[in-house]
Structure formats: C-alpha cells, structure tokens
C-alpha cells in the first residue's frame, strides 16, 4: 500500500506565509511526478503546482511568483511553499503523486487525504 500524509495547513492572515508538506510511504518503487491540487467550497479541484521527476514544473497563472513548489527525493516528500497570501487561496490542498509500487510494472496516481489554508483576517 502507499500512502500520503499532507501536513502544514491553517490560519493565516493575508499577506502571510505557509508551508505544505506531503509526504509519501509504503511499497514504493518510484515516484515520478508530484504535484498540488485545491478545492474551493463550490468550486472544481485545480491545479496548483506540478513537477516531473526530469526536473519540469508548472504552477496556475494565479499562484505564479507567490508558491513555489520543491521535493527531497529521499525522504519522498513534497512541498508547496505559499507567499503572500490572498483570501481567495482558501481551500482544501492535496497532493498528488504518480507511483510505481514495488513488484508492479506501472504506475498510477495517489491523493493525500487533504489539508485546509484559509486565508482571513
């Protein structure tokens, strides 16, 4: 099995800064792509950050100079540093990754179960 823990989430002012964490365990072969993704309350689950194994990333034009997202390889763990925040960065964060799990040929995507920011003053 696989598993995937987000952590970091809460309060913040606007203006503020977070820092996400999600961190994958289990049977795990490979990790190749690794991302983050949010959900407004009555809004359709977005893309926010997203970064291959190779090294390519891209964020959503709304987030662009404000998150940046990284990863350690060696503790299969990726984070999703959150600037200057706005209110309308409330929502619900997930992670996402593409794993191959040890003694399987392919991989397929696994989701965090889910971390909340909210952005008030």
């Known amino acids: 099995q696989v598993q995937l823990v987000e952590s970091g989430g809460g309060l913040v002012q606007p203006g503020g800064s977070l820092r996400l964490s999600c961190a994958a365990s289990?049977?795990?072969?490979?990790?190749?792509?690794m991302g983050w993704y949010r959900q407004a309350p009555g809004k359709q689950r977005e893309l926010v950050a997203h970064?291959?194994?190779?090294?390519?990333?891209n964020y959503a034009d709304s987030v662009k100079g404000r998150f940046t997202i990284s990863r350690d390889n060696a503790k299969n763990t990726v984070y999703l540093q959150m600037n200057s925040l706005k209110p309308e960065d409330t929502a619900v964060y997930y992670c996402?990754?593409?794993?191959?799990?040890?003694?399987?040929?392919?991989?397929?995507?696994?989701w965090g179960q889910g971390t909340q920011v909210t952005v008030s003053s």
């Open positions: 996402k990754a593409s794993i191959r799990r040890i003694g399987v040929l392919y991989e397929r995507d696994y």
């Open positions: 289990g049977s795990i072969f490979r990790i190749n792509a």
């Open positions: 970064g291959t194994s190779g090294g390519s990333i």
